[in-house]
């Protein structure tokens, strides 16, 4: 009978082993499935974003088309409205114009303006020293159109639009034409 004791604790021990390697056979097993599952969603977030890189590709591409449409009826818009030497047409559906964009200055030689620019055509601040350039466009106004040395002027070309009436997605939409 002493022998029994020592025969039952050995198969015990033996089936408390045999547990805990099927228990970290099973752990390991679940640890294999979370990677796979893992990798599915890995591979499921790729393929959505191949999908969306596949939409906005399409939806540019017919985006572009439209614009190039749009462009055309414009560029119709504005000849119509150079044919009848106006400014203004009202129509029921929205509103041509033709307005001149005013004249710009640029600065393209800092150095050589500063050198022969007056002090009303410069606007110091304290550390800096940059050109003024609402006090230069009224200096080429005074003078009829003379330019400091150094400055640039871009004359204003004008400029074609059209106003739609109505509302889109609860905005009016207004577009100018190149």
Do not use: C
């Not at 970290?24 to 790729?46: F, G, K, M, N």
């Not at 001149?100 to 150095?111: A, L, N």
Request: glycine residues 4%; without cysteine; charged residues 35%.
């Amino acid at each position: 009978m002493s022998t029994e004791p020592h025969f039952m604790e050995a198969l015990l021990d033996e089936a408390i082993e045999q547990e805990q390697v099927q228990s970290e056979a099973y752990a390991d097993l679940v640890l294999i499935e979370i990677r796979d599952l893992t990798a599915r969603i890995e591979t499921t977030l790729e393929q959505a974003a191949a999908e969306k890189q596949i939409i906005d590709d399409w939806a540019l591409t017919r985006s572009a088309k439209l614009q190039e449409r749009i462009d055309f009826l414009s560029k119709k818009l504005e000849a119509f409205i150079a044919e009848r030497n106006v400014k203004t047409i009202d129509l029921a559906n929205g509103q041509l114009k033709v307005r001149k964009k005013p004249d710009r200055v640029e600065v393209q030689d800092m150095d050589q303006f500063l050198l022969h620019a007056s002090r009303d055509l410069v606007s110091t601040v304290p550390e800096s020293v940059k050109p003024d350039l609402m006090a230069i466009k009224q200096f080429v106004k005074r003078t009829g159109g003379r330019a400091p040395q150094g400055v640039r002027i871009i004359e204003g070309k004008e400029e074609f639009s059209y106003k739609l009436k109505g509302t889109t997605n609860g905005k009016s939409e207004s577009k100018a034409g190149a």
